[in-house]
């Protein structure tokens, strides 16, 4: 939703991915470093990694929006055209895998 609204309102998408993917790169950095120095192996209380985990897998999901935004924009078609077959091929493929 938040890349959505950026690709609303931005001029200039490209810097927007670079902030975007800036900021992801360092939580991802500092993460592990943040995770280790706060919980000890006999802790039980997971609260702060997982949220830590989901702030950076939400600031990745954030750029999906844009950079299919720019790729279709290079090819002349909206994101609207295909968003509706990439997410069921997306949900059907892991159950077929199996299969």
Request: with cysteine.
């Amino acid at each position: 939703m938040v890349g959505k609204r950026l690709c609303g309102r931005s001029m200039d998408l490209y810097a927007v991915g670079v902030v975007v993917l800036s900021v992801s790169a360092l939580t991802d950095v500092l993460t592990p470093w943040v995770i280790g120095n706060l919980i000890s192996a006999s802790d039980l209380h997971l609260t702060v990694p997982a949220l830590l985990i989901a702030f950076t897998a939400a600031l990745k999901s954030t750029l999906f929006p844009i950079v299919h935004h720019l790729g279709s924009s290079a090819q002349g078609r909206t994101s609207d055209d295909r968003y509706p077959r990439f997410t069921s091929a997306t949900s059907l493929a892991p159950p077929l895998a199996l299969w």
